[in-house]
């Protein structure tokens, strides 16, 4: 009995340390994710391309997807951001233009999946609490 409890102990301890839970709130990811959004963070995981993740911005936590990472080359004109010069959204949004920027090592392009409303981060990896499991 006290073997399992110090098992369950240390299982939960595992837990904890690993992941987190996360009450997602805004419409920036929608429709991908909604409102109100109950999450489980993986805060150790190695963090790639397109994956959603929750990242430290000054004083809140926000939610969004990495569209381009160290080396890829972003840019915003007339609305539109580009990676790599392709687009990546419409041209119709309201994004203040943004002169070509490669991005460092450890540096990471973010932005929700709701271009419509969503603001874009520029952030380091140590910004990153962790990545979105679902």
């Given at each position: 009995m006290?073997?399992?409890?110090?098992?369950?102990s240390l299982m939960a301890i595992l837990?904890?340390?690993?992941?987190?839970?996360?009450?997602?709130?805004?419409?920036?990811m929608e429709t991908t994710i909604k409102d109100k959004h109950l999450?489980?963070?993986h805060k150790n995981t190695k963090i790639q391309i397109n994956d959603i993740i929750c990242a430290?911005?000054?004083?809140?936590k926000v939610i969004k997807r990495i569209v381009a990472v160290s080396g890829d080359q972003v840019k915003i004109t007339n609305g539109t951001i580009y990676k790599n010069d392709v687009s990546i959204t419409r041209s119709n949004l309201?994004?203040?233009?943004?002169?070509t920027r490669i991005l460092n090592n450890d540096e990471f392009f973010?932005?929700?999946?709701?271009y419509q409303v969503s603001e874009y981060y520029i952030i380091k990896k140590s910004q990153i609490v962790g990545e979105l499991l679902f």
């Open positions: 006290k073997r399992l409890l110090i098992l369950v837990f904890i340390s690993t992941y987190k839970l996360i009450l997602v709130s805004g419409i920036s999450g489980l963070l430290q911005i000054s004083n809140e309201v994004y203040p233009d943004m002169s973010i932005i929700g999946d709701n």
